[in-house]
Structures are given as C-alpha cells and as structure tokens.
C-alpha cells in the first residue's frame, strides 16, 4: 500500500513541510464567534454527503422497522445495520409523486432534483418518450458549496449502471437537462483520485502552468467558434465550456491535507471485467473503498454510488444462489409469489450488508473528536418505493452519519400517503450541510425542511 | 395536428389509443404523445405522426432543411477519425463515459451532453493521442521539430485535417502561441504535443460545425463544400473525410445535389460504409444487448457463454450480405430463406452446418425460419432466462418494425405475469392477457403477434412442442396496413414484408440516424421525397440512405443568426 504521511502531503502541495494543528490544515474559514461556517460541522471537521442509490423498489413488509420512534426494532432487510443504531435515521413515508415520464424515469429523475421531467427522446416502459430533470440535483447542490476547495468537487461511482446514457442510469445532474455519468470502473477512478498523489512539488507546479496553457487555448477556441453560431449551439457549447473551465480552476487543487487514515487504495487486477453480472460485488467493493479513501484524502467531499441503475436486470445470485432472474424482471411480480417475495428480500437485505461496509469503514476512520462517519451524510435511497406498482408514495429511506445536524438513533414513519413531500427531505439534507438555503427543487413541491430530522 | 387517415407516413406511430378498459378510454384514434418533443427546438414529438404527403403539399416548392444542430462526434466516429487523423488506433473512446442513447441512436445532438467526466476523457485521450504520435516525430513532422517553418507547417497540415478545412490565420496563431510555450517552458517536442492536444480538444474537431455558405434561396444556405464533404463523411465511412473528399471541397465541388449524390454513391461502395450499416443496424435492433444474454446450460442443452457472441455475429453477418451482396432489398432483410452461421451456431441450431469456425450462409428450412426475425439474436433477446415471452416479442414488432409506441401499464396496477407451469405451453399461460379486460386493451397489440414466435424458445430454437404439448404459433397483427391472422413467424415476415407501414419505419429511423434528430413537419418534403424513392427502388436500403443524401435536411441548413 503506498501510504503518504500528512506531513509528505503537505510537502507535496505547497512545497513546505507544515505543522499546522488539525483543524487549520483541514482549511476551516474563521469566524468571529467561532460559528459553525457552512460545510463544516462545530468542531470544525468538513462535513460531506454520500448519495447511496439501489434500484427497484424494496419489499416494504420486510423492510419497515416495528415499534417507536427510538424503541424501533430492526426488520429483517435492515438487521445488519444494528451496529449502528444511534447513527441512523429511518425515514419511512416520504411521498415523491413527481411529473413526467414513467415511474422509472421519474423516480430516477426526480429522487435528487425534486423536479419535473423535461420533454425528451428516451423511451419509457411506457412506450412514451422523457428527458432529464429539470434541475440540479440535491448533491450538486451541496457540492457547489463544500466542493470548493477539493480536487475533484464531487465522485459519481456506479456499478454496473449499463452501456448507454439515459434517464434510467443518472441521477445527478449539474442543472436542467445536465446529467452526470457515474464512473463504471474502479481503475479509472482510482486514476482520477490518485495519479498525481506523489508528484514531486517542482514537476507538479510545471504540469499545472502547462495544462493551464492547453486549456487556455482550448477555451479561447470554444469561444471564437461560439461568436459564430446560433444561440442553440452556442448554448451546446457553452456547457463544453464550463467543464473546461472546472478543470482548469482545480489544477491547482491537490491533496493538501487528509487525515492519518489517508492512503492510496490498492485496487488489486485491473483485468477485472468491471461489467461482468459475477464481478457486481468485486466492483461494488471497490468504488466503496474508493470513495472512503477520497474523502479521508479530502480529494472530494460529496460522493455517490449507484448500485446497477433504475430498471436494472443484475442477476444476484451472490445473494441467493437459486435466484436466476434479473433484478427488475423479478420486481415486477405480485406480492403472492412467495419465491420472488424472498429473493426480492434477499437482495435487499444483501444491500443493507454493502451499506453496512461503508458505514463501518468510514465509522474506522478517527476525525476530530468522533469518526468521519459522524461528520458525514449518507443517504440511501431507491427510485421507487414497491416495484410492482412504481409506487413512489411512502419511499423507504435509510440516513446515516448525521454531519452533526440530525438527531440520529431513530426512526421517522410518516403516514400512508400523507404528501410529506420528498422535497422536504432534499432541502433538509441542504440544510445539513450548512448550507441557508430556504426550499429546494420545484418550489411549489417544497414547504420548508421536513419535519422531526432535527 | 393534421387529421390522420389510413395508411399516412407514421399514422399509427403513437399507438396511445391501446389503453382500453384500463383509463376507460376505448380504442381508437392516437391521442398525442403526453411528454413533447425531443428536445431543443423542433416541437414534435419524436414518433408523432404526421402526413408527410399532405404536409409537404402544403409547404410547397420551396427549399424546407429543417434544424440542423451541432453534431458532436460519437465514441465510434472519435475511434475512427484519430485512427485516419494520428495513426492511432488505440480507440481511445472506449475509455469515454457511455452516451446517451435517444430515439435508439448515440448520435442525436440533443442528446449529446458535456460534462467533466467527458471533457476530462477527452484531455486524457487528446494527452496519449500526442505521446504515442511524437514518439516517432520525424515521421509526424517530416523535419525538425524545433524549426520553426516546420512548425508552422505541421500545424496547417495538421491542423487542416483535424478540422477537417483549411485552418485560419489566427487560428494558426493560438496554436502557435502553444508550442512557443513549451518550446521555453519544456522541450520543443512537448510543444508539438500541446499543439495536438489543443486541437483535439477543440471543438472544430470534437463537434462538426457547420456555419453555411451563400444562400440558396431566401433564410436557406448552401453548405460549404468542406462541411459538405464532413456530412458525407460521417454519413458513409464514420470517420473524417478521405483524400478524394477533401480535394474536391478545396475545389469547391461539392454544392450540388448531382455532386453529392456523385461522392455518396462512391463512398457506398467503400467496404467502410459497411461498418456505418453495421453500426446503424446493432443500434436500430439493440444487438449489443445480445452479449448480455444469460442462459442456464442446465435448462437450454448445449448453450455456451459463446452462443451470444455467435448470435450477433449471425444476424450481422447476414445484415451485411443481404445489404452488399443480395440486391439488399427490405423484403429480402425479412424473409430471406438462409442465414449466417458456422459450424458451433449451425450445431447449436440443428442446422446443417459448414465446416470451421468461420460464417458461412446456410439455406434453412423456409417454412420455419425465415430472415431477421427468426434468428436466434432477436428471439432470444425478448426472451427471459426461463421462458419465452410472447410480449416482448410482440412489442418489438410493434416498435422497432411498425414505429409505433405503447403506452405503459397503469402506474399502480399490481402485474403478475403468470407463473411458470410444467403442464402448460406459454400460450396457455398467457391466456388471462386476452381474458381479463384490464390487460386485454393493450395486451391485443402484442400478444397476438408475439406469440406468433411459439416456435422458437428463450434461446432461439425450434421446437414443436413445449411441455410435451404441440405448440400453436397462430397469431394476428391488427393495427397496421397488413392485419389479419398468420401462422407462425415465416407468414408474419412475408406479411410484413409487404407492408407500406415497415417500409416507412426503416425511412424513419434511417433519417433519424442520418440526420442526428428528431423529423419536424418541416422534414415534411424530404420524407416524402424519400419515400417514394425508397418505394421506386423496390425497397432497396442503399438507395434509401442515398436518397436521404438528396434531401433538403441533408444539402441545406437555414441561417441562423450568431
């Protein structure tokens, strides 16, 4: 494993060995009456925000805790996360009606936008045609805010999220119609993050002022062709642009200070065929260690993994050997199939022990006066609600961590088809982070923070 | 809309209507798509129907393009084009996020979307481009890379081709700026390859700008020869423009419909347009989904991991051979009484099979299996992994062949398909489908002409019985110009095989793929103009796509104010 003290990182961004306590190196702005600034929890540790995404609905009866608000008593799906218990908040009933496209497309569109789907070609179950959401998703929100001073201002990781871009396998969006493709191979994550983990200071320093040089260029290049065009193309242009421009800005931005735990991962064979059904879990290890490393190297501070994408057909036999069908073609069926009830459980229940993986991983890593866990908000979510009926009433959430925000150890049931909107539950997670925003996604779907989270 | 009547251009491409007894609505006339159009500007919806005849009489004689939006280069067209561009035939685009796939097809510019994830892969992809082309860099710049003619040379010559025209002065400046930098700041060589990396990243280079030359009639503009010789290229060969294109845009020749035609009709017989029909059909038919499938061996005797490599080697070995060397009729597509296989497919079929591992076309037993659609790919691939499924098999008729869409199940409706039952055939189990009034409102659509396929099982093979009961392939196509009832997929394909409605989805969807859009109701003319060619010419698929090079969409663009 190539781990890389504090004290050489430092060296390696600035070119100075620094002593700075903690808190300085973790870069926390001051403020006057020592106030918590956005983006950063009281004891001054950077807070983060973990989309965590498994598709197809769940199978609710095995699913909702039993019991109270703090005397609830874990469900079969969920009984892997008992460790945890003071560091979750179970939110049961939060409805995500939404507008627009199939009950795919729309869940998958609106779970982190809280938005309506834009017109567009791709296909639904439906035969009817969808585009993108109309809006910036919930973690790119937060990214703009906390993903400033990072290599990279967020992480999309997928697993097996399928061959082609459509409204079925993204959920991230930069803004209307912008959707962000999550990584499919831990390979080339892992050479995003950490290729130039070790560059020496002089060499580092010549690569920025030559990458700048070619960027320049190139952007002066968008620009002279963009005077020339129409306004529809010049707009098509325009979001070129502006990636352009986000590499630019982060050249700069390497590594300057990471916890102890901090370490480049050790990916073992890259020969491993990242799409292969058998390699689903391999792969989905991976990207976890990965986006742990990532944030303990503070290369990002917002982060997603989608596990396969909406409608997607993973055989998941790891969870049950007998079990031959794809995921969604199973999702479908009735609730009387005693078999596929089961199978549906085990998957589920085989998630709950990928989540437990991260949480435990990232509940390893010591941070201020608690771990990275605490300091951090996970959210597990799921397009729909059931998958038989593409129910999106009374979604089936899982948060964790807590970012020192929510009043964690419980678990929230609102009532059946009460309209607690999901929008709510998105401005919330805003809100976590520090971040004074008032309403989130479309305002007309949002009320103000939901409800007993904090 | 326009009021549409029996046997219109796309008349049933929305097939709304089906949703029967579970709206309440009955069947009948298409209510409009509920979720608009393809995006950007063309308001249409993207398979709404509309009288391509009656809308062209009424747009009337004069020049009617339609959009043409900026088009960036698909991951196949980057591959090819640096492959030509840089000797690199490293497809560095394999390393590039997945593209969006809208209307079926990776290359509609409205779905071509940037983000950093794709920018970064193109600095990375433009960053190797360069090392491995300065790694011989006399045979890339023919003199020294720290002269500076030379230089300026290498970046005209380069630089030209990248953008597929002549560069101008200050464009040449900036690039020249480049390598002065690193000639200080570096080496010399490194500059070169800052230069390459700047062009490359450009979007001259990643995207296909068209900006127009003079006017061919009042707000519509000839092409420039050079981006007419881009359009062509991409078209035909998938790549950047070959030398014979490029000489005759320096001459400015190629501006009329006859000079066009001239350069399609050679670029058609280039074995490379074979790959853009390759590429066109995996996508029209989804082949590519065929080397997911999972088989368990224990059920489907003498399946492999190898069979769904063969299966799509088969059904584009014999796209290919119909297309180039069988007249490359539609109607031949449909029912040709042969297919491609080698010795493992042919065993694997029971059919007689050629020696080797190499393809070979083999006649089959025409009463059974006949063209595309009783090849082992389609079948299998709207099967599932225990069953056939005569509902997916329908579907795919009715979307990929008629052009039209269905509209989903009701949003709550618990479905549950029928259990698997060792003493029924599927057709059998279907049977609540056509029963029970909630499903059968759509379920008419797709049953009926799927189970048609009973023949064939989840992998693609023939079979007489299921269960040990006789299998009944009878079926009934209603909802299109060629209704009525059949028996089994060989009578399905020859009526589909003369159906105006088939032919006429072919020509959709090859505009599309042509165009890299949505049709418009100002496409209205050179739909119709292409339909009738298409219809003149037997249904021939080349002459399809070389008609679709004499259209307005395809030799004009409107002026668009900067």
Redesign the interface.
């Given at each position: 494993m190539k781990r890389l003290s504090r004290r050489t990182m430092l060296r390696g961004a600035g070119g100075v060995a620094l002593g700075l306590p903690f808190l300085e190196i973790m870069g926390r702005p001051k403020t006057a009456l020592g106030q918590a600034m956005p983006g950063y929890t009281a004891s001054g540790a950077p807070k983060r925000f973990i989309v965590w995404f498994t598709p197809n609905g769940t199978i609710p009866s095995a699913w909702t805790p039993t019991g109270g608000e703090s005397d609830f008593e874990f469900s079969r799906i969920l009984k892997p996360l008992e460790p945890y218990r003071k560091k979750l908040l179970i939110i049961d009933g939060v409805d995500q009606t939404g507008e627009?496209?199939?009950?795919h497309q729309n869940g998958m569109q609106g779970m982190l936008t809280g938005q309506t789907?834009?017109?567009?070609?791709?296909?639904?179950?439906?035969?009817?045609?969808?585009?993108w959401a109309n809006g910036i998703s919930v973690d790119q929100r937060i990214a703009q805010v906390i993903g400033t001073q990072t290599k990279l201002?967020s992480l999309?990781l997928g697993v097996q999220?399928?061959?082609?871009?459509?409204n079925w396998?993204r959920m991230s969006l930069?803004g209307p119609?912008?959707?962000?493709?999550p990584?499919?191979s831990p390979f080339?994550a892992y050479e995003?993050l950490f290729k130039d983990f070790a560059a020496t200071p002089d060499a580092a320093a010549?690569a920025i002022?030559?990458d700048k040089?070619?960027?320049n260029?190139?952007s002066?290049?968008?620009r002279?062709?963009q005077?020339?065009?129409?306004?529809?193309?010049?707009a098509?242009?325009d979001?070129?642009l502006q990636?352009?421009t986000?590499?630019e800005g982060r050249l700069g931005l390497k590594p300057k200070a990471a916890l102890d735990s901090c370490a480049a991962p050790v990916l073992g064979s890259s020969t491993l065929a990242v799409t292969k059904?058998e390699n689903f879990p391999a792969v989905g290890k991976l990207h976890m260690d990965l986006l742990v490393m990532a944030l303990a190297c503070d290369l990002t501070r917002v982060g997603s993994i989608m596990w396969n994408r909406s409608v997607g057909g993973a055989?998941h036999t790891w969870a049950d050997p007998t079990i031959?069908?794809?995921h969604h073609?199973m999702s479908?069926?009735?609730?009387?199939?005693p078999d596929t009830v089961e199978w549906l459980t085990k998957i589920n229940l085989w998630y709950t022990e990928q989540f437990a993986y991260l949480l435990k991983s990232l509940d390893s890593i010591p941070e201020g006066d608690g771990t990275m866990l605490d300091n951090t908000v996970i959210w597990w979510c799921n397009e729909l609600a059931k998958g038989?009926?593409?129910?999106r009433n009374d979604s089936h959430y899982v948060v964790a961590g807590g970012a020192g925000h929510f009043r964690m150890g419980r678990c929230l049931k609102f009532p059946y088809k009460d309209t607690v909107r999901h929008n709510n539950l998105l401005l919330s997670f805003v809100q976590a982070m520090g971040i004074e925003d008032t309403t989130f996604g479309k305002p007309e779907w949002c009320t103000g923070p939901l409800s007993g989270m904090v | 809309m326009p009021a549409r009547s029996l046997g219109s251009w796309l008349l049933l491409a929305t097939l709304a209507g089906c949703q029967g007894n579970i709206t309440g609505t009955a069947g009948g006339d298409a209510p409009p798509l509920s979720n608009g159009a393809a995006g950007g500007s063309s308001g249409m919806p993207p398979g709404s129907g509309f009288d391509t005849k009656s809308e062209c009489e009424r747009l009337g004689t004069g020049l009617n393009p339609g959009p043409s939006p900026l088009r960036r280069l698909t991951r196949e067209e980057y591959d090819n084009t640096v492959a030509e561009l840089a000797s690199d035939a490293s497809k560095p685009g394999k390393d590039f996020p997945p593209e969006a796939r809208a209307l079926g097809f990776n290359n509609i510019a409205d779905a071509q979307t940037v983000t950093t994830l794709l920018a970064e892969a193109y600095q990375t992809a433009a960053e190797g481009i360069a090392e491995r082309a300065t790694k011989n860099a006399s045979t890339l710049l023919g003199c020294s890379e720290s002269d500076s003619a030379c230089i300026d040379g290498f970046i005209q010559r380069f630089g030209a081709r990248a953008y597929r025209r002549p560069l101008a002065a200050d464009e040449a400046q900036r690039l020249r700026t480049v390598y002065d930098w690193g000639k200080t700041n570096t080496t010399a060589l490194d500059g070169v390859r800052m230069v390459m990396e700047v062009l490359l990243q450009s979007p001259d280079f990643l995207y296909r700008p068209e900006l127009g030359a003079d006017e061919a009639a009042p707000g519509v503009l000839h092409l420039s020869s050079y981006e007419m010789a881009t359009r062509l290229s991409y078209l035909f060969r998938g790549s950047m423009p070959d030398q014979i294109l490029l000489d005759e845009a320096a001459a400015d020749r190629l501006k009329t419909a006859d000079q066009v035609r001239n350069q399609a009709e050679r670029l058609l017989a280039d074995p490379r347009a074979r790959d853009t029909f390759k590429s066109f059909h995996r996508q029209w038919l989804d082949l590519e989904q065929v080397a997911n499938l999972d088989r368990d061996p224990a059920l489907y005797e003498g399946y492999t991991d190898a069979i769904p490599g063969l299966l799509q080697q088969e059904t584009e070995a014999f796209i290919d051979h119909v297309v180039f060397e069988d007249g490359g009729k539609l109607k031949t597509l449909l029912t040709a009484p042969y297919t491609f296989a080698n010795d493992a497919l042919a065993t694997f079929y029971g059919l007689a099979a050629p020696a080797g591992d190499a393809f070979a076309r083999v006649m089959t037993d025409a009463t059974q299996r006949k063209g595309l659609l009783t090849q082992g790919s389609l079948l299998a691939l709207q099967s599932k992994p225990q069953q056939t499924s005569p509902v997916h098999r329908g579907k795919f008729v009715r979307e990929s062949l008629l052009c039209q869409f269905l509209p989903p199940p009701p949003a709550n409706l618990v479905i549950t398909p029928p259990e698997l039952n060792a003493s029924l055939t599927t057709r059998q189990r279907f049977g609540q489908h056509s029963a029970d009034p909630t499903c059968s409102g759509c379920h008419e659509q797709m049953d009926p002409l799927g189970l048609g396929f009973e023949h064939f099982d989840a992998v693609g093979r023939w079979r007489a019985t299921e269960n040990d009961l006789p299998i009944d392939a009878t079926g009934k196509l209603v909802r299109s110009d060629v209704d009525g009832d059949f028996d089994g997929a060989a009578a399905l394909a020859d009526k589909l095989a003369g159906s105006e409605q088939v032919a006429d989805c072919m020509m959709k969807e090859w505009a599309r793929f042509s165009f890299g859009r949505s049709e418009t109701v100002d496409d209205a003319c050179t739909l119709e103009h292409t339909k009738e060619k298409f219809a003149a010419a037997d249904h021939d698929i080349k002459q399809l796509v070389l008609a679709l090079t004499q259209t307005d969409a395809f030799l004009y663009r409107k002026a668009v104010a900067p």
């Open positions: 627009g496209g199939d009950g789907l834009n017109p567009g070609a791709f296909k639904g179950g439906d035969g009817g045609t969808a585009g201002k999309e999220t399928g061959g082609n871009e459509d396998n930069l119609d912008q959707p962000l493709p990584e499919n080339k995003r010549k002022e030559r040089t070619v960027l260029a190139v002066d290049n968008f002279a062709l005077a020339k065009l129409g306004a529809e193309d010049k098509r242009l979001k070129h990636a352009i986000e590499i059904n055989t031959v069908r794809g073609d479908h069926d009735g609730d009387t199939l038989n009926s593409h129910s | -």
